[in-house]
Nanobody, 131 residues
Framework: VQLQASGGGLVQAGGSLRLSCAASGLSFDSNRIGWFRQAPGKEREGVSC????????YYADSVKGRFTISRDSGKNTVFLQMNNLKPEDTAVYYC?????????????????????????WGQGTQVTVSS
């Protein structure tokens, strides 16, 4: 089981990047795929996730309206389109899978985006936004 995140890079504030998360050894059919980020000296935080079964999407408030998560089930890949990037978006971005999907519904968003809910992790890709 492997997740491969790619697409990071250096971009100026206001620019865009598209991250990809490709899975091998598992399929995106009954789980939840999330994007997380970790800036130096900070805890890892949830950015967005998508539930495979019904396509329900959640976003952190800090990225709502700027980031868009999507999936290509046929290619077992999830994307994170990041627009209007800000210097505070600078971090290592990770994708991960929640194999158990214990929580659903907007009332559980904090739990749903909690890294502790995710059991399969890929390596990170660096995103740097210059001011």
């Amino acid at each position: 089981v492997q997740l491969q995140a790619s697409g990071g890079g250096l971009v100026q504030a206001g620019g865009s990047l598209r991250l990809s998360c490709a899975a091998s050894g598992l399929s995106f059919d009954s789980n939840r795929i999330g994007w997380f980020r970790q800036a130096p000296g900070k805890e890892r935080e949830g950015v967005s996730c998508i539930t495979s079964r019904d396509g329900t999407i959640y976003y952190a408030d800090s990225v709502k309206g700027r980031f868009t998560i999507s999936r290509d089930s046929g290619k077992n890949t999830v994307f994170l389109q990041m627009n209007n990037l800000k210097p505070e978006d600078t971090a290592v971005y990770y994708c991960a899978v929640d194999s158990y999907v214990r929580y659903s519904g907007i009332g559980f968003r904090t739990l749903i985006l909690n890294p502790k809910q995710y059991d399969v992790w890929g390596q990170g890709t660096q995103v740097t936004v210059s001011s």
